[in-house]
């Protein structure tokens, strides 16, 4: 994963367990992180964003959850398999995407306009 991907404002209210959550997230749902590539370690992570390995984490730990990585001793921590895509997108989850999406967008420093312009631009 290329180190510059993720960023964190550490001036933003968003904790930032949940910037890196919300950017390693929306890179998986994107394809941008492919099913069984390498994640930094927490502690690389950590020192590459000058954090504290805790916080690093926790956003894996919640990523795990959400079952979109794996961690493994040995093989590292990795992009899980994604489920296959319902037919019908469910409000929720569409919400879920939108939010997190909002959150690393506004942790990069982008406004609501900026935000909009992007998706728009991805929708094209």
Same mark, same amino acid.
């Given at each position: 994963?290329? @180190?510059?991907?993720?960023?964190?404002?550490? #001036?933003?209210p968003? *904790?930032?367990?949940? +910037?890196?959550? =919300?950017?390693? =997230?929306?890179?998986?749902?994107? $394809?941008?992180? #492919?099913?069984?590539?390498?994640?930094?370690?927490?502690?690389?992570?950590?020192?590459?964003?000058?954090?504290?390995?805790?916080?690093?984490?926790?956003?894996?730990?919640?990523?795990?959850?959400?079952?979109?990585?794996?961690?493994?001793? $040995?093989? $590292? #921590?990795?992009?899980?398999?994604?489920? /296959? %895509? /319902?037919?019908? *997108?469910?409000? @929720? +989850?569409?919400?879920?995407?939108?939010?997190?999406?909002? =959150?690393? %967008?506004? %942790?990069? $420093?982008?406004? @609501?306009?900026?935000?909009?312009t992007?998706?728009?631009?991805?929708?094209?």
């Amino acid at each position: 994963m290329n @180190a510059l991907a993720v960023r964190v404002d550490t #001036t933003s209210p968003v *904790p930032p367990y949940e +910037q890196i959550r =919300a950017q390693l =997230a929306a890179l998986i749902a994107t $394809g941008r992180l #492919t099913e069984d590539e390498r994640l930094p370690t927490v502690r690389q992570l950590a020192t590459d964003l000058g954090l504290a390995p805790g916080t690093v984490a926790r956003a894996y730990r919640e990523l795990e959850t959400a079952k979109l990585i794996r961690t493994r001793r $040995g093989a $590292g #921590t990795r992009v899980a398999a994604l489920p /296959p %895509a /319902p037919k019908h *997108p469910d409000p @929720a +989850q569409l919400a879920t995407l939108a939010g997190d999406f909002t =959150a690393a %967008a506004r %942790a990069l $420093g982008a406004d @609501a306009e900026a935000i909009l312009t992007a998706v728009r631009k991805a929708l094209d």
